[in-house]
């Protein structure tokens, strides 16, 4: 096992990788000469994603030589036990579009626990970011740091949810269940993307949830939110990551969230 110590220069090295990227995705938002091309899935992929992710690779080749990365524009390489795993552009079609909601998410697992996780929106000027067992924070930089908390909602009808998009509830069968749920909260907002799940850590949303979702996109998240007092699990219930879906909470709304999305809940529990 890896002291905690490591933990934190792990955590530094996110911090360290998330400024070299800011200044290359920033300088690439919003430029005229941006290379989109559409993937096989018929989502976007710039050149700013491609350069951002490599980047990161390259970086951690030189001083993580032995950890295994992996990333949504390069996919897998290397083995072991220790595994970043890389989103270099959370929020492709806001940056396509000039809109600032969009981040670079830099995670560390270790054999399968999410040990650090690192969210830097710069055009929003936020950052995101935990260690386990050190808390949830955001600011500027590791010296500039607020700590951050869930919310205390308690019920449905005070909660805020946020989403992403309204597909992929149907192929789950539960659009039905979903859109319910979105008439018994306060307030619904689709702020989309890493946010939502930020939000959630920070306590200005109460319940963020997706029914598509891959392991780059909440691998960074987990520790976000868990730090900040939250639960983040699958749709299902089970502890992340994991790829496929994701439903994060400030822990008092998780068990009657997961009821409200899965009618057969009993059946679940056995
Ligand atoms: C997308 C965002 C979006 C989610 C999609 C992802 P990208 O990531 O996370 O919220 O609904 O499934 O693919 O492509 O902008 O990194
Ligand atoms: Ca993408
Ligand atoms: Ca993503
Ligand atoms: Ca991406």
Redesign the pocket.
């Known amino acids: 096992t890896i002291e905690p110590q490591t933990y934190n220069d792990d955590l530094r090295l996110a911090h360290v990788l998330a400024d070299s990227v800011d200044s290359l995705t920033m300088a690439r938002f919003k430029a005229l000469d941006l290379e989109v091309e559409t993937k096989p899935d018929l989502?976007p992929v710039t050149d700013a994603d491609k350069a951002a992710e490599e980047s990161i690779r390259s970086q951690l080749s030189r001083v993580r030589p032995r950890d295994a990365v992996l990333g949504?524009e390069f996919g897998s390489t290397g083995h072991g036990t220790r595994r970043w795993i890389i989103?270099p552009?959370?929020?492709?079609?806001?940056f396509v579009r000039g809109v600032p909601v969009?981040a670079t998410l830099i995670a560390l697992v270790d054999e399968g626990r999410p040990v650090v996780g690192l969210v830097s929106a710069p055009a929003l000027g936020k950052r995101w970011w935990a260690a386990e067992g050190t808390g949830a924070y955001m600011g500027k930089s590791l010296a500039a740091a607020t700590r951050i908390r869930v919310s205390n909602v308690a019920e449905l009808k005070d909660a805020s949810l946020s989403y992403?998009?309204l597909s992929?509830w149907a192929e789950r069968g539960n659009r039905d269940e979903f859109i319910a749920l979105t008439d018994d909260v306060w307030r619904t907002r689709a702020y989309?993307?890493?946010w939502s799940y930020c939000m959630v850590a920070e306590g200005s949303v109460d319940i963020a949830c997706?029914p598509?979702?891959?392991l780059y996109?909440m691998a960074a998240l987990v520790p976000i939110v868990t730090e900040a007092g939250g639960r983040f699990t699958s749709l299902e219930g089970a502890d992340g990551p994991f790829g496929g879906n994701a439903l994060a909470t400030n822990s008092i709304l998780h068990t009657e969230v997961l009821q409200r999305l899965n009618p057969n809940w009993d059946d679940l529990l056995g």
């Not at 552009?89 to 806001?94: A, E, F, H, S, V």
């Open positions: 989502t949504e989103d552009i959370d929020g492709t079609k806001n969009w992403s998009s992929g989309g993307d890493f997706e598509e979702l891959n996109d």
